[in-house]
């Protein structure tokens, strides 16, 4: 689905130049699910614009499906326009018709719970709320593919566990293939089929595993906590080298 191949990113050329990533190579099967975990500055925001087809690499090959769908950790709302018309407004830009859309928009509404906020503007919404809003946005693309940068890292703990359990049933529903970047590994190990983590910069491919874990799965069970427990070490012996 996905199949990142060698591939770097170099910002700048000399003696400047930073490589933000390093010969990463990752293969993304149809419907799963994949966190990336990673320090800060180790290249996973480069590494999804990347795939989004936003910035090419210096080197390598990425083939991903049909205009994989991109969100981030702020939604980026229209202030100006109601919660209808800011999903809606993918659908509009690509011309599908009236009845069409507004069919769409609230079938969308409604699969993140949002119907009777329709006509609400983003200020009148929680932080919780604006991302459901973003996230219904993001699916009004009907890309097979979502690319999530940090999208629930501004969020609550417990607003972003309600939206764990969404977005799962989400991804089922539709049998979407996410990546899904994180630096919070209980988040990672909540969510992934596989966790990913890359080294600090430049960001090459340092560990990746299975999460065996069967769903339905709770942040705070002991099987998670244990799996978070193991790559925070991982994590920390790399920071560790990388300082060294
Ligand atoms: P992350 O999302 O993991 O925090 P980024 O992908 O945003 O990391 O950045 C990786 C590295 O590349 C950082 O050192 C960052 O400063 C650098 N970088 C990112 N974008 C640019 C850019 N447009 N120009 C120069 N350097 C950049
Ligand atoms: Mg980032």
Known sequence: ????????????????????????????????????????????????????????????????????????????????????KNVGLPLKLRKVPRAEREAKVAELLATVNLLEFARKRPHELSGGMRQRVALART????????????????????????????????????????????????????LGDRIVLLSSRPGRLKWQGRVDIPRPRRIDSPEVSSLAAEITDRLRDEVASHAR
């Open 139 to 190: 699916l009004a693309l009907d890309s097979p593919v979502l690319l999530m940068d940090e999208p629930f890292g501004a969020l609550d703990a417990m607003t972003r566990d309600l939206l764990h359990d969404e977005l799962e049933r989400i991804v089922q529903q539709r049998g979407l293939t996410v990546l899904f970047v994180t630096h919070n590994v209980r988040e990672a190990a909540r």
């Open 1 to 84: 689905m996905i199949s990142i191949r060698n591939v770097s990113r170099t910002y700048g050329h000399g003696p400047g130049a930073v490589t933000a990533l390093d010969r990463l190579s990752l293969e993304i099967e149809p419907g799963e699910f994949v966190c990336v975990v990673g320090a800060s500055g180790c290249g996973k925001s480069t590494l999804l614009s990347l795939i989004a087809g936003l910035d090419t690499p210096t080197g390598g090959e990425i083939t991903a499906g049909r205009n994989p769908a991109l969100m981030f950790q702020e939604p980026a709302l229209f202030p100006w326009l109601t919660v209808e």
